[in-house]
Nanobody, 115 residues
Framework: QVQRVESGGGLVQPGGSLRLSCAAS????????MAWFRQAPGKERERVAR????????NYKDSVKGRFAISRDNLKNAVYLQMNSLKPEDTAVYYC????????WGQGTQVTVSS
């Protein structure tokens, strides 16, 4: 079972930035396309960004395009989400997982955007 830890969340004012990290154990990390998901209170979990195995292809939810950037470091078994120009509607718990949601969900990291 792959273990991973999401971190980097916090409270930030609108327009601010955060960088989320997801550190995973296991040699199979580099075999998977990875993604960041989020779930706001009362809403379904949604995918916000996805990155290919090699890191050369990325895809984003329309509402975060131009503000968020996903990246990965396969040597460190890590995936990152740089979030800029944050908005209150970005408030959610953020999770990393394979792009097919093949791992069990972790605890995630809370992102709160509020003045």
């Amino acid at each position: 079972q792959v273990q991973r830890v999401e971190s980097g969340g916090g409270l930030v004012q609108p327009g601010g930035s955060l960088r989320l990290s997801c550190a995973a154990s296991g040699r199979t990390f580099r075999d998977y396309g990875m993604a960041w998901f989020r779930q706001a209170p009362g809403k379904e979990r949604e995918r916000v960004a996805r990155i290919s195995v090699s890191g050369t292809e990325t895809n984003y939810k329309d509402s975060v395009k131009g503000r968020f950037a996903i990246s990965r470091d396969n040597l460190k078994n890590a995936v990152y989400l740089q979030m800029n120009s944050l908005k209150p509607e970005d408030t959610a718990v953020y999770y990393c997982n394979t792009e097919t949601m093949g791992w069990t969900w972790g605890q995630g990291t809370q992102v709160t955007v509020s003045s």
